[in-house]
């Protein structure tokens, strides 16, 4: 029989725990893998894949393209997520998947090789539910896939002889597609004051794992500049997505609405850091300043408060006294805690248990080392938050208790923090103690009049609390700072819409969330109300049915439970059209 050879992208999925769910229950086992199949196999085709080689919980598949190979994982781990969502944890079916662009030989149809084995060694290393790809993938994707890749390092696998560099893929919540791009085809206008995009700079290390420690430093010099409220700043969810070298800074300009740009690069060798950074006009692409800096490793942070003031006066940027004691204030600390902080960021950002578990674990090396570095304390305390609201931890009220205290030290350490008062307000909440958290998500604005998820987080508050008018303002104001990372902002506009007698606004709104993120329930719930209330019935029973075949476990009640709206005639203008609809009680 003939045997060819080629270079392909090896895709290798397998189910963890298959024999401890045969051996639970055999029948429901086969049913739930054979609709998973059906999900799996729908999206490798959608993908311009072709299925080469299956052994009952194992798929093998080749692709043409590493860009196709990722997105079809990363989509089928959500679409398999969504399956997953209504069974009890020891019930789900979940896949790990492993990726890897390696020469393959083809005999009648089936795949064999080093390209196999590798790619079936990634499947191993992966986390249920998640994605492993090789060096060589990450290589072909990283600047095309708007995506998290966690670095694990060198990995020596069973039976071959080369360790092989491994990386996590993780899907940034709400991060921009390509039609985010193509909605920013019109330029935003600038605002009458001086706005500012920082981009993520360049790591000169030669070594891939000091991407982190580049990443913390333009975006602390971010977080710096977006407490001064005479500038308007961009968030990194935004102004990251333009990572690498071949950057249009007009273009940049133009779809983020920002007059400037700052761009810039770490070397780090040993103990010494040298940075170099420029500001560039965007309209006409003139360097309005630029510098370089070199200090130790212990002084970063003094390197990077004279980059922003720096470019404040360049800007000619006048701070009042409140603000350069803010801005300015001196912070204690290694910087070493950067790494653990982004990659626990990265992980979380993921909202699955085993990844939100991971990052918990991160923070709190992290804090190991530095046991008041703010933002890994305010980060823990959103965790911790959600762990207990997504149920993922029994221990709710002592769960809530752990993340306002987390929270607490945050502020404590750092009274400018602005995450730490969000973390306070989330946690608030939850506990259904709505002023509280209305006073927090005001008082991180007036600390961070730039921070885009501070509107997001306390527009959220506000709508929970009843003020819709004000949520769908906030919302609006984080979607200007955000502009090219919006679902999240407009998912909370499209309720507040809702609940302010809108239905056609909340309708068209959650219509176009829902393109990109077709599973998201909230969403799925608000169309199906708007739906209901503008007369168009058989609509709104086709979402319903749809949310129910996506989460078949759900019912009315369930739904209402974990929505903590103050007033029970919000909570029930959401929850009757949605009975009527015919979701269950």
Avoid at 3 to 24: I, K, P
Avoid at 88 to 101: N, V
Avoid at 271 to 276: D, E, F, G, I, S
């Amino acid at each position: 029989m003939a045997v060819s050879r080629r270079l392909v992208a090896v895709f290798a999925a397998d189910v963890e725990g298959y024999s401890r769910l045969m051996g639970a229950d055999e029948v429901g086992t086969l049913k739930g893998l054979t609709e998973r199949r059906a999900i799996l196999d729908r999206l490798i085709g959608d993908h311009r894949g072709r299925i080469a080689n299956t052994a009952g919980d194992s798929v093998l598949a080749e692709f043409g393209s590493a860009v196709d190979a990722v997105q079809c994982a990363v989509e089928a781990q959500a679409a398999l997520a969504e399956a997953n969502s209504g069974l009890a944890s020891d019930r789900r079916i979940s896949f790990r998947i492993g990726i890897h662009i390696g020469d393959v030989m083809v005999r009648d149809g089936d795949l064999f090789g080093d390209g196999v084995n590798i790619a079936a060694r990634l499947q191993a290393l992966a986390q249920p539910s998640s994605v492993c790809v090789s060096g060589a993938t990450y290589d072909q994707v990283k600047k095309i896939l708007p995506l998290s890749f966690t670095d694990l390092g060198r990995q020596q696998v069973k039976n071959i002889e080369e360790p092989i560099r491994a990386y996590v893929v993780g899907r940034l919540v709400d991060t921009p597609s390509a039609a985010a791009f193509a909605n920013a085809s019109k330029s935003l206008p600038l605002p009458d004051k001086p706005s500012i995009a920082v981009l993520p700079f360049q790591n000169m290390s030669g070594d891939p794992e000091q991407e982190y420690f580049a990443d913390g430093i333009a975006e602390d010099v971010l977080t710096t500049l977006s407490k001064i409220q005479a500038l308007l700043v961009i968030a990194r969810n935004s102004s990251f997505v333009f990572r690498g070298p071949a950057r249009d800074i007009r273009e940049i300009g133009r779809i983020l609405g920002a007059r400037y740009v700052l761009e810039g690069s770490v070397r780090k060798a040993g103990n010494r850091v040298r940075l170099a950074a420029q500001l560039i006009d965007s309209l006409n692409g003139a360097h309005v300043w630029a510098d370089r800096f070199e200090g130790d490793l212990d002084d970063v942070f003094d390197l990077q408060d004279r980059i922003t003031q720096d470019i404040a006066a360049a800007l000619e940027v006048r701070l009042t006294i409140g603000e350069e004691a803010r801005v300015w204030r001196k912070r204690s600390g290694s910087p070493l805690v950067y790494e653990h902080y982004i990659k626990g960021r990265t992980l979380q950002l993921n909202y699955a248990k085993h990844t939100h578990a991971q990052a918990r674990l991160e923070l709190e090396q992290a804090l190991a080392i530095n046991p008041n570095f703010t933002a890994a304390l305010a980060l823990l305390g959103l965790i911790v938050t959600d762990q207990a609201h997504f149920g993922w931890r029994r221990d709710e009220t002592t769960s809530y208790e752990a993340g306002l205290e987390h929270a607490a030290r945050a502020v404590t350490a750092d009274p400018s923090n602005c995450w730490g008062y969000l973390a306070i307000g989330y946690t608030r909440l939850f506990q259904r103690q709505h002023d509280e958290a209305l006073a927090a998500g005001e008082k991180a604005i007036a600390l961070n009049p730039n921070c885009s998820d501070a509107y997001l987080i306390a527009g959220t508050f506000l709508s929970y609390a009843g003020d819709f008018r004000k949520s769908a303002e906030y919302q609006e104001q984080a979607q200007r700072l955000c502009p090219l990372s919006r679902n999240e902002s407009m998912a909370g506009e499209a309720r507040a819409k809702f609940h302010l007698g809108n239905p056609v606004a909340a309708r068209d709104i959650a219509s176009r969330v829902l393109i990109e993120r077709p599973h998201w329930l909230t969403m799925q719930a608000i169309l199906a109300a708007s739906l209901w209330n503008l007369g168009s019935e058989d609509e709104a029973r086709l979402t319903v049915k749809k949310m129910l075949a996506d989460h078949p476990n759900l019912t009315a009640s369930r739904w209402a439970q974990g929505l903590p709206y103050r007033y029970q005639t919000d909570l029930d203008a959401v929850v009757t059209p949605l009975r009527l609809a015919g979701m269950p009680e």
